[in-house]
């Protein structure tokens, strides 16, 4: 219900159903992203305009950076499979990321396109998700499409569910945005995308220590003989949690503790 709207063309038209549809040609430039992004299902296009970016440099809090959006395009239905398939994509760059999208100069190992199917590697379009009795096959990814041929909600013809885009990062560095969504091979029939207010963060994590002996204080725990551990706690329980952390100190391996794995697994409704 609230948040930042990007589109290809005018946004008035975006809240304005009763108006029956939005095609506005800027003139604006393309972006070479976007046309990589075009080109994996659709390898005939050759351009892309009327690009709107949204660019910025945050640092993270946690082991994982999310946000929720939903994208939604005037080309449904009329050019599901074709050409005329507007992209979008919300490119990721930082600390061991490496992608073949662009990337600020700080960051020279390429950015991630996480606007994808959920579940898979897929990035997201109208040809990729939708629900439609006359194309071949007749749906792709439809449990996230909603067809909105009427306007009823916004003026577009349909769009995605909400989509939750996730990415494990490292905590306390800084990383790189680009939100990007531009037309494809010519500037009619605009797309746009949502992002929710408020939805953009970093999951929290917190690790705690715990021993049966006297040798430990606080979270620090000091060489005895007897049972000590960590405890690491997720704020996210809706889905698996992959915890990835390395051990270092003056204290050895199998001389002074027991083995550790490099990451642990928290499935889905585990806390800690």
């Not at 038209?13 to 800027?26: L, M, R």
């Not at 239905?77 to 005329?84: A, P, Q």
């Not at 439609?132 to 013809?157: A, C, K, R, W, Y």
């Amino acid at each position: 219900d609230s948040g930042i709207v990007m589109s290809s063309g005018n946004i008035a038209d975006i809240d304005s159903p009763s108006s029956g549809f939005s095609s506005t040609d800027v003139g604006g430039n393309g972006d070479a992203d976007l046309l990589a992004i075009a080109q994996i299902n659709r390898p005939n296009i050759t351009s892309t305009a009327d690009a709107a970016l949204l660019e910025f440099d945050f640092f993270v809090t946690g082991d994982t950076v999310e946000f929720q959006f939903v994208f939604a395009s005037e080309e449904y239905m009329d050019y599901i499979n074709t050409d005329f398939n507007d992209a979008f994509g919300f490119f990721l760059s930082g600390p061991e990321i490496v992608g073949p999208y662009s990337s600020p100069t700080q960051f020279p190992d390429g950015s991630v396109n996480v606007a994808l199917v959920p579940g898979t590697t897929t990035p997201i379009s109208i040809s990729t998700i939708y629900n439609d009795i006359t194309e071949t096959p007749p749906s792709m990814n439809g449990q996230f499409f909603i067809n909105n041929v009427g306007g009823t909600t916004h003026v577009f013809n349909g769009s995605t569910s909400v989509i939750t885009a996730k990415y494990p990062v490292i905590c306390g560095e800084e990383y790189h945005f680009k939100f990007a969504i531009g037309d494809s091979q010519d500037g009619g029939y605009d797309s746009g995308v949502f992002l929710g207010a408020r939805s953009l963060g970093s999951e929290g994590l917190s690790v705690s220590s715990y021993a049966n002996f006297a040798g430990v204080q606080g979270n620090t725990i000091g060489e005895a003989c007897g049972q000590a551990g960590f405890v690491f706690s997720s704020s996210n329980v809706n889905e698996p949690d992959t915890i990835r952390f390395t051990i270092s100190g003056n204290a050895e391996m199998y001389d002074d503790y027991l083995s550790f794995p490099d990451s642990i697994i928290l499935p889905v409704g585990v806390a800690s």
